[in-house]
């Protein structure tokens, strides 16, 4: 009985290790931005849509509402909801602060040193997460983060860390959106994740927009989920047993 009790144990430690449960894949983490800035000639309030790329809307984080410990309402900011939207739809300045909520209604700020994390709701393996920076000119159009995932919301692994190098407030009067695309040039991003974050930090002038959050990937298969699931279940009916024991 020991013996298989120790044989099962070893199994299902494998199966744990086989999983790689939160950390990166093998290969290289690659990162590719794409630039899209609107032309001028929009009058204040014209709608624009990017047109160098579109965000998802069936990927894993479609719907969800991240937790996040900064300010996602900056300047009237639509806040989290935008982030999983599927929408990057904008519109022109205004430039001023009366109109700031149709402004930045594409828009939930993220401000320095925050966390803005996605739980999966179950142990997914990731392919790609694309991260949509913007706002309706480039005085708060990006920000540098560090992309981390879990299996369990409390050990971490880093992925990649983005750098958005100088700022260039100023610079651009029309909308501005980057699509920061983080892939892995193995195939897979990360093995057995439930949770993805974005620590954020530099933003432009402390605050800056977060336009959507795409992740992709697909679910951690259920013979691997239901072996952690057994395993669980005899570690509490052996203690159950061993409880008893002096009783019986
Ligand atoms: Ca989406
Ligand atoms: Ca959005
Ligand atoms: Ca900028």
């Not at 931005?33 to 990927?59: E, I, M, Q, R, W």
């Not at 929408?87 to 602060?97: D, E, H, I, M, N």
């Not at 369990?152 to 750098?163: A, E």
């Not at 072996?227 to 052996?238: K, P, Q």
């Amino acid at each position: 009985m020991r013996i298989q009790w120790l044989n099962f144990r070893i199994a299902a430690a494998s199966a744990m290790i086989a999983l790689g449960a939160g950390l990166p894949a093998h290969g290289a983490v690659t990162t590719s931005v794409v630039k899209d800035v609107a032309p001028a000639g929009g009058a204040t309030h014209d709608p624009y849509s990017p047109v160098l790329f579109n965000a998802s809307s069936s990927d894993l984080a479609e719907g969800l509402i991240a937790g996040y410990d900064g300010d996602s309402t900056f300047e009237s900011s639509a806040g989290i909801t935008a982030w999983t939207d599927g929408a990057l739809a904008t519109v022109y300045p205004q430039g001023g602060s009366g109109g700031d909520d149709i402004d930045h209604a594409a828009y939930g700020s993220v401000t320095n040193d925050t966390n803005a994390t996605f739980d999966l709701g179950g142990l997914h393996d990731l392919d790609q997460v694309d991260v949509y920076a913007g706002w309706n000119d480039s005085g708060r159009d990006l920000f540098s983060f560090d992309l981390l995932v879990s299996a369990n919301g409390s050990d971490y692994s880093l992925l990649t860390s983005f750098l958005k190098g100088q700022d260039d407030t100023g610079a651009i009067t029309t909308p501005v959106t980057s699509q920061i695309s983080i892939t892995n040039n193995s195939g897979a991003l990360a093995s057995a994740v439930r949770y993805v974050r974005l620590s954020i930090y530099d933003a432009d002038n402390n605050a800056a927009g977060l336009a959507e959050v795409d992740v992709f990937g697909s679910a951690v298969p259920e013979p691997a989920a239901a072996l952690l699931l057994a395993l669980s279940g005899a570690t509490l009916s052996r203690g159950r047993r061993r409880q008893a024991a002096p009783r019986a």
